[in-house]
């Protein structure tokens, strides 16, 4: 905003002046995550991106927010990996019906965080964004001191995408037959971060504790629990035609997320063990005594990505994707439930 | 999501039955607010809109948020407003660059929200779209019952909308001489509420004080406060391609805003007292004893959407505006500040 500092507003707790300071910082991150079909910068009302070129478009959004993987990492000042999170959660979230990511915005919102401090979040937006591909076409930074705590802050963004008409995906295909295929995760991407950091005490727990070497995790607990969240794209995009459905293995699971994208007359039967899993998982399973039916509800146990294919292209398309593995397959679908993990 | 209730994630804090149960009825509040290009219905993880019909399409897309406008909001009840006000803040944003608004995802975090609570909220926003033909493609509601307090949200949004390639507006052929038109505001819209919250003591005001009759206002001051932020895009649809520049009055002020659409070559002059100011300004001036300038800066004090248009257009496309008037003109850039707000 363009919006000199005015001496009543900045005593009301918002200080135009620093934001106005970052708005060429911003400027520098956005250009550092461009597309060709960018048109103009960001700070304008409104970001353009010029879609004239593609054909028969049809566009695919979502919107997500990290959730409370944030307060982990603001305990522990690791600020730029959040940004991450987002953006590659969104990437697959979109993924899922086929679509190229395009553009992304981000929204910040917090009380007392630092110039510094935004430009490390925002950062790590941007740096994601560039990763895979897509524009920071704009976002939006809020300063509410009335309702977040000082330090406190929230992050959440928008992505779109694009897939040409008629090849969208989303699991009608799949047949019972089909393989499924699963991609590893590499912790707890953004979902079950308020049940971890519950058993965990990770509220309470002294960031020492957080940061000292773990052998039994391969790093640190803090490293276990901000890794950031995978992004499926760039790996799965060769072989996007031949995938009938795909579940993003978010809030809800296994069982959860793989039944989002079944037909009516299927089911799926998956083998636990047949993918590996972090042991950050087995830390966070014996420290809240909790049952593997909900731990599989709540977190992803390892398994990131669930792909359908036709069984004659599974070892095709795991020869693919790199550490993907046949994890189980479609079946009729009876009068159980939707989504079995047979226990190894 | 499709997650089942867990124990232990419930006692932490997040009840997933719940907002399971809100699924159905999120999906008839997207089902309210869609249009024909939407493919498949809200629930998956992303949504689809079907933009292969348009022809050379240039996206506009923003992202903003409510603000601290939310705090008056829930401290008198009044949930279902804040959702219009930040669907039209965005239709304002990306009609700037003479968009067609095509859809919108919502983003709500918070803790402690009840299930009618959180409908009411998204109802506003569903409402509002359907009111501007936006759809509702998808959003996300998260519970952080770690980041915000009790009863505390967060409601920001995404649209995206299109312009045929060539069509954009974007004040670049603004020049000396074109006409300043006002289009009006009802309140404070979405900006300046962190200010006009501590000079009349929101925050401790009893909720009588605020709903009481108020001649001076023609109502309480919380409908002037609440007064939902006006959504120009019909109104103005119709006289589009005579519109050189937009500027949506927002965080910034006047002079900020106007600013931000003038080439370097141009300076902008306005009239005050050419486009009338809600009471509810004054009443924040006096009780703040705030300088007019600063006003200008924090609040649209009246004027909602500037317009620039050649001068022989101006008395036409007044006459197509209901409640517009001429409120200034554009002059040469000289050593002076961009924008001047002449007082009467």
Redesign the interface.
């Known amino acids: 905003?363009?919006?000199?500092a005015?001496?009543?507003?900045t005593?009301?707790?918002?200080d135009?002046a620093a934001n106005d300071r970052l708005i060429p910082r911003y400027r520098a991150l956005a250009r550092s995550a461009g597309r060709p079909e960018v048109?103009?910068g960001v700070g304008?009302?409104?970001?353009?991106?010029?879609?004239?070129a593609f054909e028969?478009?049809?566009?695919?959004?979502?919107?997500?927010?990290v959730?409370?993987k944030?307060?982990v990492a603001r305990r522990l000042g690791r600020l730029d990996g959040v940004g991450c999170d987002i953006v590659n959660h969104c990437i697959?979230?979109?993924l899922?019906?086929g679509?190229r990511p395009l553009?992304f915005?981000?929204?910040l919102?917090g009380a007392g965080l630092g110039e510094d401090e935004k430009v490390a979040i925002v950062g790590g937006v941007a740096a994601a964004c560039a990763d895979g591909g897509v524009a920071l076409?704009?976002?939006?930074t809020?300063d509410?001191?009335?309702?977040?705590?000082d330090g406190?802050f929230?992050l959440?963004g928008?992505i779109?995408g694009v897939?040409r008409?008629g090849e969208?995906i989303?699991g009608g295909a799949i047949r019972p037959g089909d393989a499924l295929i699963g991609l590893p995760s590499n912790g707890l991407h953004t979902n079950?971060y308020?049940?971890a950091?519950?058993?965990l005490r990770l509220?309470e727990a002294e960031p020492e504790r957080l940061l000292a070497p773990d052998a039994g995790l391969g790093g640190s607990l803090a490293d276990a629990l901000l890794a950031p969240h995978t992004a499926y794209w760039p790996a799965l995009q060769p072989v996007l035609s031949r995938c009938k459905g795909i579940?993003?293995i978010?809030?809800?699971?296994i069982p959860?997320?793989v039944?989002?994208i079944l037909p009516d007359a299927c089911a799926a039967r998956l083998r636990r063990g047949a993918w590996p899993e972090p042991p950050i998982f087995e830390r966070i399973r014996a420290a809240?005594e909790?049952g593997d039916e909900?731990m599989m509800?709540?977190f992803n146990c390892g398994l990131g990505l669930a792909v359908a294919v036709e069984a004659s292209d599974a070892a095709g398309v795991v020869a693919a994707l790199p550490g993907a593995a046949v994890v189980g397959e479609v079946t009729p679908r009876d009068d159980g439930p939707a989504v079995i993990v047979e226990s190894e």
Chains 1, 2 share one sequence.
């Open positions: 905003m363009a919006e000199p005015t001496p009543r507003y005593a009301a707790g918002v135009i048109l103009g304008a009302f409104s970001g353009l991106f010029d879609l004239s028969e478009p049809v566009l695919v959004a979502s919107t997500d927010g959730g409370t944030l307060l697959n979230d979109i899922t019906a679509a553009f915005l981000d929204y919102a076409l704009g976002g939006e809020a509410m001191p009335g309702l977040y705590r406190d929230d959440a928008t779109v897939v008409k969208e989303d079950g308020t049940l950091r519950a058993v509220d579940a993003h978010t809030g809800g699971g959860g997320n039944a989002r809240g909790i909900e509800r709540v």
